[in-house]
């Protein structure tokens, strides 16, 4: 039987690279955590207000849905982000994104979510890659979501980032 996960991601450039590569990939302090996912398994991608680098004017969204699409294991070689290394990962099948920098915003949907039992700490429970649902808290972000999601092939090029170079 699947379950179904939020996956955590935190930073542009580790953000574009999930969308256009369709994978996930794990620091090794997570490994465990991540072991959890199973191929076949629903996730939502969820992007931090820190995830743009504007934290006061950027909000967290729930921005795509996707399944898990192959066993989670060591990366050959690890994928880098920043000063962040990230060991292990898996594929990803993207099924659809919210157009760019839209999305569900989840603190307004904390109070209906089982996963959260004290909304007032509720971002506590976000520190971390994923972040496993009850079956009843899937099926609403599913409910919630669905109506904004657009094809893969229409949305990824949006979320495509290059950094500037020096």
């Known amino acids: 039987m699947s379950s179904a996960h939020l ?3 935190g930073d542009r450039a580790a953000l574009s690279w999930v969308v256009t590569e369709q994978r996930m990939a ?3 302090g997570r490994a465990k955590a991540a072991r ?3 191929e076949g398994d629903e996730v ?3 992007t931090t207000r820190g995830c743009f680098r504007n934290p006061t004017r ?15 294991r060591v990366l050959n070689q690890p994928v880098v982000f920043g000063d962040r290394s990230f060991t292990e990962g898996c594929g990803l099948e993207v099924s659809g994104l ?3 920098r839209e999305g569900l915003v989840l603190r307004d949907l904390v109070p209906r979510l089982s996963v959260f039992p004290d909304p007032t700490t509720w971002s506590v429970r976000m520190r971390r890659a994923s972040l496993a649902l009850p079956p009843e808290d899937a099926d609403l972000l ?7 999601l657009r094809p893969y092939e229409e949305t990824a090029d949006a979320y495509r980032w290059e950094p500037a170079s020096a």
């Open 58 to 72: 950027d909000l967290g969204r729930v921005i795509g849905r996707a399944s898990i699409a192959g066993p989670v």
């Open 26 to 28: 794990f620091p090794a």
């Open 98 to 100: 919210a157009p760019f």
């Open 44 to 46: 939502f991608l969820y």
């Open 142 to 148: 599913r409910a919630d979501l669905d109506p904004l």
């Open 7 to 9: 996956l955590i991601i």
């Open 36 to 38: 959890t996912l199973v």
